[in-house]
């Protein structure tokens, strides 16, 4: 079943400079962006973006520092205008949007939630949450009860009238979070949200962002420079190297599939075991053994139930039903090092 695009990216350009038109035009002849600021003392920041992001989904864009990551998704809301390109929302070009229809876009469509929780300091937990609201012209009742229970569902009950230098930062960026909730947008854009936080309670709020996910199916543009981030909760990922894109997937199939060495590199010391799926190994349509595993189980788990019977191929199944067979064998080399093809040469999702 194909998927509906919510966010269409096309061959989007972004040169930052005097005279960005005519440093593009060095960029069509072939200019590599080391080149082009050394000679032309331009920077490239975007080289020909192209992406399609479906609704209800979570897409990651991820990279280095400098590989034009926050530059992209500032270009979905027009806080940036591209040299060149376009960018579609529900099909409408973002780029020839009037005041109006662009102020509609920020407060009604999308939300945003910012690395460095951009709460305002004079107002408590409740005001800073409704305040999107407001901006609607929801009256001041109504926003609170609203904001209430955004605040609820991100586990804030009883900080209500608190501060924002009351909090710690993973409550003030759970109070950023029921922010951009609470206008009920259909798109979230989150810019390196969690990295400011400490590893246990960026963990708890990747929790609270795919259980929110479970049960709301926003959008999510999701910007990170971490992998294992990326692999938890993105559904597709695209790498940005040097403003462009490297590559661009199903996660599962990046770690077994990296294009080049920049990507391996980044795919390196990732715990396979974790991340992996059996899907992603299993030959389809083949019969297996009395040992059934779960087409989502991760390869660790599944080779603790092969383990028993290691010399005999596992049934895959799916909603109840065989989908295919995966050799321990496989699953053993997938990983100790970088797979190869499967049979058909597919990653099954």
Same mark, same amino acid.
């Given at each position: 079943? +194909?998927?509906n =695009?919510?966010?269409?990216i ?9 005279n960005?038109?005519e ?7 072939g200019l590599?962006k !080391?080149d ?18 479906p609704?209800?989904? =979570?897409? =990651? #864009?991820?990279?280095?520092s400098?590989?034009g990551?926050?530059t ?5 809301n027009?806080? #940036?205008?591209?040299?060149? @390109?376009?960018?579609?929302? *529900?099909?409408v ?11 509609d876009l920020r407060?009604s469509?999308?939300?945003?939630v ?6 305002m300091?004079? &107002?408590? =937990? ?13 009256r ?9 229970k955004?605040? /609820?569902? !991100? ?5 209500? %009238?608190?501060?924002? +230098?009351q ?8 109070? @950023? ?6 206008t009920?947008a /259909? #798109? ?14 960026r963990?708890?709020?990747q929790?609270?962002?795919l259980?929110l996910?479970?049960?709301?199916? %926003?959008?999510i ?8 981030e990326a692999l &938890?909760i @993105?559904d597709d ?12 997937? *199903? ?7 990296? !294009? ?6 980044? #795919? ?6 974790r991340?992996? %799926?059996v ?6 349509g ?8 779960d087409f989502d189980?991760?390869l660790? *788990? ?7 019977e290691?010399s ?20 053993i *080399?997938?990983i100790? &090092? ?6 058909? @040469?597919?990653v099954?999702?």
């Amino acid at each position: 079943m +194909s998927e509906n =695009v919510k966010v269409s990216i096309k061959n989007l350009y972004k040169v930052f400079g005097a005279n960005p038109t005519e440093a593009l035009q060095h960029v069509y002849d072939g200019l590599s962006k !080391v080149d082009l600021l050394s000679q032309h003392e331009h920077v490239l920041g975007l080289n020909n973006i192209n992406i399609d992001i479906p609704e209800k989904r =979570v897409q =990651v #864009i991820m990279g280095l520092s400098g590989s034009g990551k926050s530059t992209l998704i500032r270009h979905l809301n027009r806080l #940036i205008d591209p040299t060149a @390109g376009e960018v579609e929302v *529900d099909g409408v070009d973002v780029l020839k949007m009037n005041d109006r229809e662009l102020r509609d876009l920020r407060q009604s469509k999308m939300s945003m939630v910012f690395q460095k929780f951009a709460l305002m300091p004079h &107002r408590t =937990v409740s005001d800073n949450v409704a305040y999107g609201l407001s901006l609607q012209g929801v009256r001041r009742g109504e926003a609170l009860e609203r904001s209430q229970k955004w605040i /609820d569902r !991100v586990g804030l009950t009883g900080f209500e %009238k608190s501060y924002p +230098s009351q909090l710690s930062g993973g409550m003030q960026q759970r109070v @950023g979070l029921a922010r951009a909730l609470a206008t009920d947008a /259909d #798109i979230l854009l989150m810019d390196e949200a969690f990295s400011a936080l400490d590893p246990l309670i960026r963990t708890d709020m990747q929790d609270v962002l795919l259980e929110l996910q479970a049960e709301l199916n %926003k959008t999510i543009i999701f910007i990170t420079h971490d992998l294992d981030e990326a692999l &938890r909760i @993105g559904d597709d990922i695209a790498i940005l190297r040097d403003g462009g894109l490297v590559q661009q997937g *199903d996660p599962q199939d990046i770690v077994l599939r990296p !294009v080049d060495e920049y990507v391996s590199d980044f #795919i390196m010391d990732i715990n396979r075991g974790r991340v992996l %799926k059996v899907r992603s190994l299993m030959e389809a349509g083949k019969k297996g053994g009395e040992v059934e595993i779960d087409f989502d189980m991760a390869l660790e *788990d599944a080779m603790q139930r092969m383990k028993d019977e290691p010399s005999k191929p596992a049934t895959v199944m799916k909603d109840g039903k065989a989908v295919g067979a995966l050799d321990m064998r496989a699953l053993i *080399d997938a990983i100790e &090092r970088p797979a190869p093809e499967t049979a058909s @040469g597919t990653v099954y999702r």
